[in-house]
């Protein structure tokens, strides 16, 4: 059986890490340079790197803070935020990164997916998806619809029928932050990523309410994850990695272990 990945997200603003709820009320919690090695130090299997003003703001994503962060830690290292183009695509991969992640501009031109997939293959290509319920409605079919520029545009778009399509143009592997569950620790929404899982052939990624072990369980087995983003559980301290690791073995989810 293949391990469950457990993935420290950064979420950077003005070259500093924050952390909010629900998309409000962020904080400054630290360097997201240091920050990155502190958990490639404790074990984490990947860093995803958020910019996540980029794409509200319309502008490039923070390639000198990328080239710092991929200088410091080994392990796999995903970058979204505001990543519109092939070039865009490039600088971030030669800045060090494993893989991009694209949310907003790929909605938006939903061509990118194809783009970058054909030059860099699928498997560096993230479909980043934020998601609300909303309730079954007329295009809405799932009852989550997507939503773009850091959660402050609605779509139309339903969340499971965007996955296919992505998953049909070359995405390798799907982030779905549930907005409803985000930076509330209370527990990622299982049923939107069951129900995606169960629909899509490539790697699901939850993201959104991650504030016990016990959550991280729950997503990657009845929620059907191949991976649990997590960030306010270990950014405030409450957790470490090897701590929720250790739990999970103990709970027979199989992860990576370093001793």
């Known amino acids: 059986m293949l391990s469950k990945r457990i993935i420290v997200c950064l979420d950077v603003r003005d070259g500093r ?9 962020n904080v ?13 130090e404790q074990g984490a299997d990947e860093i995803v ?7 509200a703001e319309r502008r490039g994503i923070l390639i000198d ?5 991929a200088a410091t830690i080994f392990i796999p290292f995903a970058v979204g935020g505001g990543i519109r183009s092939i070039e865009e695509m490039r600088a971030v991969l030669l800045a060090g990164a494993e893989k991009v992640s694209v949310n907003s501009a790929a909605l938006r031109r939903p061509a990118l997916i194809d783009e970058g997939a054909a030059a860099f293959g699928r498997q560096c290509i993230v479909l980043g998806m934020d998601v609300l319920r909303v309730g079954v409605r007329p295009g809405i079919a799932s009852g989550y619809e997507v939503v773009i520029d850091g959660g402050r545009r609605p779509t139309g778009r339903d969340a499971l029928a965007w996955a296919e399509e992505a998953e049909a143009r070359g995405a390798g592997e799907i982030c779905l932050n549930a907005i409803d569950a985000d930076g509330t620790q209370e527990g990622y929404e299982l049923e939107i990523t ?10 699901v990624i939850a993201s959104g ?3 016990r072990p016990e959550h991280l369980r729950d997503v990657l087995t009845r929620g059907q994850a191949d991976a649990a983003l997590i960030a ?11 701590g929720i690791k250790s739990a999970l073995h103990q709970w027979g989810v199989p992860v990576r272990l370093r001793w």
């Open 194 to 203: 069951s129900r995606m899982a169960s629909r899509v052939g490539i790697p």
């Open 65 to 69: 803070v990328v080239r710092r962060v």
């Open 28 to 40: 400054d919690v630290g360097d997201p340079v240091e920050m990155a090695r502190h958990y490639y």
């Open 49 to 55: 790197f958020y910019d996540i003003t980029a794409s």
């Open 232 to 242: 306010s559980m270990v950014h405030f301290g409450t957790w470490t990695i090897p």
């Open 209 to 211: 309410g991650a504030g």
């Open 17 to 25: 890490t924050t952390k909010g709820v629900r998309f409000r009320d």
